[in-house]
């Protein structure tokens, strides 16, 4: 039984600098494709939408797209709720990531590759966020030299490791998820793998998979709102 | 190239480049070396890609369906409460106008039950004037048929009187005579017979 990362093809830049086409790359293409199908789907059928929806598909995306909405409103104000073009598109990425492993392919986010890079954005964006929203009177500076000068390098540090911390915590359990799952299908034999390793899969594959991706995108957005102005 | 080395030296399998046995030899989880560094950079971009094209597909279009329909049933009921409020006006001014013409009903009826009750005044003194008058000319109308009826009465008592005076002295009296016993008879007679 091997978890590691598999590498299928090898995409030379030189001959001493080349990147892996790995399980996570092709995972990530089939869980983007996916995606994009669905928004194209979504953008020829809204032309048809009916202001009061008669589809359970038009209901469907209104719901999510409302849902979504509401929360980056509560969570982000509506100052920042543009930001939520972002955010939801990076939870319907996770969300079906998380997901992928239901359907055989071995989750994007079960890689550090990943969510590194995802939560890195997030710290990025905390950046940018302060920047443009609290540099007035130089807060967002000197937000990093409280309470006393001293904890200025403990402050950036504490910046960098909401990027470990955010990814670790969403890759360890999506790591987790794939060994435990893996584990309990070697178990038992196939004939019977539809049973008790299904239902342990609905719970470590979806549930888990849904509550983590909900979890990466809200406290995302509230290492956001903290560094915006504490009056907004 | 020192980079290289000290990184080979660290994790030699993954950086051995360059043959396809090396996808063999490819497998990690967790591996902290330049290619993991490379992947995490494509890995990113793919993302990246990825959330902003459902962003610019999916969200946007559809938050902007969301946001203009309810701009629209906003300003819908914004249209409605409007209209909730020039009819409430309307009824308003309607209720008023026919508290004003309830107003103006009494008076006309007021002013109308006086003029009826002067015109009734008037009329019954008009018919009181006009009976009085008939009553008038009924009484003149009766002395005078009164007076009338005495003056035949008398001349038909002298008539007979001077029937039964001639019987009495035989016949022999001219018509001179006659009417001056007549005239005579009748003075006499007077109003003293008639009136008792």
């Known amino acids: 039984m091997n978890f590691d990362i598999q590498a299928r093809w090898r995409l030379y830049i030189t001959d001493n600098i080349w990147i892996n086409i790995t399980d996570t790359t ?8 996916v995606l994009i199908l669905l928004a194209v789907v979504v953008r020829v059928k809204l032309k048809k939408f009916k202001p009061v929806p008669e589809t359970r598909f038009q209901n469907i995306i209104e719901a999510l797209v409302e849902f979504f909405d509401n929360h980056v409103t509560t969570i982000m104000t509506k100052k920042y709720a543009h930001f939520g073009a972002w955010f939801f598109g990076l939870f319907l990425f996770l969300l ?3 997901i992928s492993g239901i359907f055989g392919l071995r989750p994007p986010t079960a890689d550090f590759a990943t969510t590194f890079p995802l939560a890195f954005t997030t710290v990025i964006l905390m950046q940018v966020i302060g920047i443009r929203y609290n540099m007035k009177k130089g807060e967002y500076v000197k937000e990093f030299f409280r309470p006393v000068f001293i904890f200025f390098p403990l402050n950036v540090a504490s910046d960098i490791s909401r990027s470990i911390s955010l990814s670790l915590r969403l890759f360890g359990n999506m790591l987790g998820g794939l060994v435990l799952m893996g584990l309990i299908y070697g178990l038992f034999p196939r004939l019977v793998q539809i049973g008790v390793p299904g239902a342990l899969s609905l719970y470590f594959d979806l549930f888990v998979g849904a509550l983590h991706a909900f979890i990466f995108v809200t406290l995302s957005m509230y290492f956001l709102m903290m560094k915006v102005p504490e009056t907004d | 190239m020192l980079l ?16 396809g046995a090396d996808l063999a030899e490819y497998d ?14 494509f890995i990113w971009i793919n993302v ?20 203009d329909r309810k701009d629209r049933i906003a300003g819908e009921l914004a249209k409605a409460a409007e209209d909730m409020q020039v009819a409430n006006d309307a009824r308003a001014e309607y209720e008023g106008k026919m508290l004003a013409i309830s107003g103006e009903r009494e008076d006309i009826l007021d002013a109308a039950r006086k003029l009826a009750g002067e015109k009734e005044v008037a009329i019954i003194a008009s018919a009181n004037d006009e009976a009085r008058l008939i009553m008038e000319r009924a009484k003149t109308e009766i002395e005078r048929e009164r007076e009338k009826a005495r003056d035949e009465v008398r001349t038909q008592i002298v008539q ?7 019987k009495l002295i035989g016949g022999g009296m001219d018509e001179a005579t006659k009417s001056r016993i007549l005239d005579d008879a009748i003075a006499e007679l007077g109003d003293a017979v008639w009136t008792k």
């Not at chain 2, 007979?160 to 001639?166: K, N, R």
Request: charged share 15%; proline share 3%.
């Open chain 1, 26 to 33: 092709i995972s990530t293409w089939i869980v983007g494709a």
């Open chain 1, 96 to 98: 079906l990531a998380n």
């Open chain 2, 4 to 19: 290289k080395n000290l990184l080979t030296a660290i994790n030699p399998v993954r950086l051995t480049a360059g043959s």
């Open chain 2, 28 to 41: 990690r989880v967790l591996g902290l070396d330049i290619n993991t560094l490379y992947d995490i950079i």
């Open chain 2, 48 to 67: 990246i890609v990825i959330i902003l094209v459902l962003s610019w597909l999916l969200y946007k279009p559809v938050r902007k369906f969301l946001n």
């Open chain 2, 160 to 166: 007979v009187s001077a029937m039964m005076a001639e």
